[in-house]
């Protein structure tokens, strides 16, 4: 939730989150978004755009990485969500309960193929989206598996901060 603030202070375009997914059957694979439902009680507003948001996330990250395309999970149990005032996704870039695509999910092939599918191609984008996630690849290397990428919106979050890629200044 205090990421959401601080998008919602910046005045963001968008508040993207990067996680792991994880499910009880280790062959459970694929990528999936994550926005509010139109019902949401605290920002329903904002919900076609978090939509839209989640919708071209997901079409964009499966094209570019060749993974499986799962669905929009539409949920108002989630505070960073629920608490963000500007368009706001979560991405489940994969799942770590997978061996075989928690190790994909460690590669510098698989992180720059991810960072296109989310910036859409955009190359400032990229470059913001792919400082953090070194970061995290670093972290996955060092633990040998993706659980460091749940947090990774954090340094996302932090790096446009810093950088002032939010609206209004890019």
């Excluded at 963000?84 to 190790?103: A, H, L, Q």
Aim: net charge negative; charged share 25%.
């Amino acid at each position: 939730a205090q990421r959401a603030e601080v998008a919602n202070e910046l005045e963001a375009d968008a508040f993207i989150r990067i996680h792991a997914n994880g499910d009880e059957k280790s062959t459970t694979s694929g990528i999936m978004t994550v926005c509010q439902t139109k019902e949401n009680p605290f920002n329903a507003d904002i919900y076609d755009q978090c939509h839209r948001l989640a919708q071209c996330v997901l079409d964009e990250t499966a094209e570019a990485t060749g993974g499986k395309k799962m669905f929009v999970w539409e949920t108002d149990t989630l505070s960073g969500i629920n608490w963000s005032k500007v368009p706001v996704t979560i991405v489940e870039m994969g799942y770590m309960t997978n061996p075989e695509e928690d190790k994909l999910m460690s590669t510098d092939d698989y992180q720059q193929k991810l960072a296109e599918g989310i910036a859409n191609r955009d190359g400032e984008a990229i470059t913001a989206l792919m400082e953090a996630l070194v970061e995290v690849g670093v972290a996955m290397a060092y633990v040998g598996n993706s659980r460091p990428a749940s947090g990774s919106e954090h340094h996302l979050s932090h790096f446009f901060e810093i950088t002032g890629i939010v609206h209004g200044e890019d």
